[in-house]
T-cell receptor, first 115, second 113 residues
Framework: AQSVAQPEDQVNVAEGNPLTVKCTYS??????LFWYVQYPNRGLQFLLK??????LVKGSYGFEAEFNKSQTSFHLKKPSALVSDSALYFC?????????????FGGGTRVLVKP | DSGVTQTPKHLITATGQRVTLRCSPR?????VYWYQQSLDQGLQFLIQ???????AKGNILERFSAQQFPDLHSELNLSSLELGDSALYFC????????????FGSGTQLSVL
C-alpha cells in the first residue's frame, strides 16, 4: 500500500531561518510524491511534485524538496522562511491509475514562522 | 483560483438530517475526488468518480453517497448526520495521468449540531 508519514505535528522557525518539513514514504513501484500547502480557511494548493529525474525539485513560493531513495524521504525545504509561510503542509503520494489515481496524504505539519 | 467550485461554503444542520454538497470540477477534468478533513482523522479520501462512474472508494461511510452527472459536476450526499460528521469536505479534480497534480476547491465546512 502507498503511504506517507510526516513525523512532526508542528515546526517552529524564526523568520529568515531555513525551514524543513519532513516526509517519508512507503510505495511499491515508482513513487509519485507531492507537497501541498493549506492556508487558514482555504483549500489545498499545490507546491511541487517528484515524478522522476532530478532529486531536487523546485516548486512555488521558493520551496524545494529533496527526493532520497535510500532514506525513502521527500523533505520540503525553504532556505529562508517568511512569516507568510505559516500554514499547514501536507505530503502526499499518488496511487496508480488502476487504483484510481487518488492522493493519499500524510497527517500534515503545521509550520509557524515567528518574526 | 483552482478552477474547482464547491457550494455551499458553510453548512449548519442538526443530527439526523441529510445534506448535499456540490462540486464543479475544472473545465476539461473528468475525475472528481472527495476528501474529508477533520482534526482527529486528518485528510481522508472518500470516493472518486471518473466520467460519471465510480473509480475508487476510500473510507466512506454507508450513510454517505456520491454521484457524478453528465455535465461532470458531482454531489456528495450525507445522511443521518452525526456530530462526528462535522468536518471540512473538499472536492478535487485533475488530469488522468498519475504524474499530474490535483486541484482542490475551497471546501464546504459542515457543522452538525
Amino acid at each position: 500500500a502507498q503511504s506517507v508519514a510526516q513525523p512532526e505535528d508542528q515546526v517552529n522557525v524564526a523568520e529568515g531561518n531555513p525551514l524543513t518539513v519532513k516526509c517519508t514514504y512507503s510505495v511499491s513501484g515508482n513513487p509519485y510524491l507531492f507537497w501541498y500547502v493549506q492556508y487558514p480557511n482555504r483549500g489545498l494548493q499545490f507546491l511541487l511534485k517528484y515524478i522522476t529525474g532530478d532529486n531536487l525539485v523546485k516548486g512555488s513560493y521558493g520551496f524545494e524538496a529533496e527526493f532520497n531513495k535510500s532514506q525513502t524521504s521527500f523533505h520540503l525545504k525553504k532556505p529562508s522562511a517568511l512569516v507568510s509561510d505559516s500554514a499547514l503542509y501536507f505530503c502526499a503520494v499518488r496511487h496508480s491509475k488502476a487504483a484510481g489515481n487518488k492522493l493519499t496524504f500524510g497527517g500534515g505539519t503545521r509550520v509557524l514562522v515567528k518574526p | 483560483d483552482s478552477g474547482v467550485t464547491q457550494t455551499p461554503k458553510h453548512l449548519i444542520t442538526a443530527t439526523g438530517q441529510r445534506v448535499t454538497l456540490r462540486c464543479s470540477p475544472r473545465s476539461g477534468d473528468l475525475s472528481v475526488y472527495w476528501y474529508q478533513q477533520s482534526l482527529d482523522q486528518g485528510l481522508q479520501f472518500l470516493i472518486q468518480y471518473y466520467n460519471g462512474e465510480e473509480r475508487a472508494k476510500g473510507n466512506i461511510l454507508e450513510r454517505f453517497s456520491a454521484q457524478q452527472f453528465p455535465d461532470l459536476h458531482s454531489e456528495l450526499n450525507l445522511s443521518s448526520l452525526e456530530l462526528g460528521d462535522s468536518a471540512l469536505y473538499f472536492c478535487a479534480s485533475g488530469g488522468g495521468a498519475t504524474n499530474e497534480k490535483l486541484f482542490f476547491g475551497s471546501g464546504t465546512q459542515l457543522s452538525v449540531l
